[in-house]
Nanobody, 119 residues
């Protein structure tokens, strides 16, 4: 079984910064892409950023130039550095990955971390 644990959310004023972390643990043989999604109240969950095992990245248009995704493969950890935060970035942020564990390949989600940006 693979577990994802996020940390780093919180309350910040507009223009501020936060850094989210997500560590994968358990019996892990391999990890493919790792990504961050977010869900605001009353809205569907949306992709924020994704990074492949080789380091290629992709971002939602709304966060390009403000958010940076990175990963430490040795630690099975993915990060999301967020700067110049806006009130519309307020959401629960979820970590996601495709990983191979004891039961084979699976799609895994973290429990989510709240990010609140005040105006």
């Amino acid at each position: 079984q693979v577990q994802l644990v996020e940390s780093g959310g919180g309350l910040v004023q507009a223009g501020g910064s936060l850094r989210l972390s997500c560590a994968a643990s358990g019996s892990i043989f391999s990890i493919n892409a790792m990504g961050w999604y977010r869900q605001a109240p009353g809205k569907q969950r949306e992709l924020v950023a994704v990074i492949t095992s080789g380091g290629s990245t992709n971002y939602a248009d709304s966060v390009k130039g403000r958010f940076t995704i990175s990963r430490d493969n040795a630690k099975n950890t993915v990060y999301l550095q967020m700067i110049n935060l806006k009130p519309e970035d307020t959401a629960v942020y979820y970590c996601n990955t495709d990983a191979e564990g004891d039961a084979g390949w699976g799609d895994y989600w973290g429990q989510g971390t709240q990010v609140t940006v005040s105006s």
